[in-house]
């Protein structure tokens, strides 16, 4: 079984920063994680991603803004959201990509965390 904690969500003033956090735990060898987000009456976006080599993919929208990094011994990856707009609310979803044991290449998810960026 794999569990995502995500933690680091919360309410900022524009051009404020937010750092969140997300932790697999199980038998899993992750093969991606990223970060997704679903403001109101929109779909899931990506948000960023990074590949197990170390390779990184960001939505133009925040891209020189967001950075994502992963600590691959404890299975977390890290997203840090600097000069946050208004148009960044929604909630945030952790997602790894990977195998667990005796299984077959899947994705997971978090259950979301709300940013949320006042004007």
């Known amino acids: 079984q794999v569990q995502l904690v995500e933690s680091g969500g919360g309410l900022v003033q524009a051009g404020g920063s937010l750092r969140l956090s997300c932790a697999a735990s199980?038998?899993?060898?992750?093969?991606?994680m990223g970060w997704y987000r679903q403001a109101p009456g929109k779909q899931r976006e990506l948000v960023a991603r990074?590949?197990?080599?170390?390779?990184?993919n960001y939505a133009d929208s925040v891209k020189g803004r967001f950075t994502i990094s992963r600590d691959g011994a404890k299975s977390t990856v890290y997203l840090q959201m600097n000069s946050l707009k208004p148009e960044d609310t929604a909630v945030y979803y952790c997602?790894?990509?990977?195998?667990?044991?005796?299984?077959?290449?899947?994705?997971?998810w978090g259950r979301g965390t709300q940013v949320t960026v006042s004007s």
């Open positions: 997602s790894v990509v990977g195998v667990v044991t005796g299984s077959t290449l899947s994705t997971y």
């Open positions: 990074i590949i197990s080599g170390g390779s990184t």
């Open positions: 199980g038998s899993i060898r992750i093969n991606v």
